[in-house]
Nanobody, 114 residues
Framework: QVQLVESGGGLVQAGGSLRLSCAAS????????MGWSRQAPGKEREFVAI???????SYADSVKGRFTISADNAKNTVSLQMNYLKPEDTAVYYC????????WGQGTEVTVSS
């Protein structure tokens, strides 16, 4: 069992920045990678970014160059630095684990105004 708690969401103007954080607890050894997905109203949940235990990262094309995912393995936390935010980035952002099973956080809402 893995528990994930996200924080850092909020309201920001276009062009601004936010930093999301996710703290993991429980069966940490079962986690191969962690990442972020997002879901806007009426849309499917979509991949945003992932980071592996070895530090390899991958990003969705829509956020590449603007978002940066990082991890502090000692603290079991993953962060998502979001810069140059656009209204299209408005969504609930979910932290997730990747492994034998996937676990999801409760989500944190990001609203980008124009």
């Amino acid at each position: 069992q893995v528990q994930l708690v996200e924080s850092g969401g909020g309201l920001v103007q276009a062009g601004g920045s936010l930093r999301l954080s996710c703290a993991a607890s429980g069966s940490i050894s079962s986690i191969n990678a962690m990442g972020w997905s997002r879901q806007a109203p009426g849309k499917e949940r979509e991949f945003v970014a992932i980071i592996t235990r070895g530090g390899s990262t991958s990003y969705a094309d829509s956020v590449k160059g603007r978002f940066t995912i990082s991890a502090d393995n000692a603290k079991n936390t993953v962060s998502l630095q979001m810069n140059y935010l656009k209204p299209e980035d408005t969504a609930v952002y979910y932290c997730r684990t990747l492994g034998i099973r996937s676990y999801w956080g409760q989500g944190t809402e990001v609203t980008v105004s124009s």
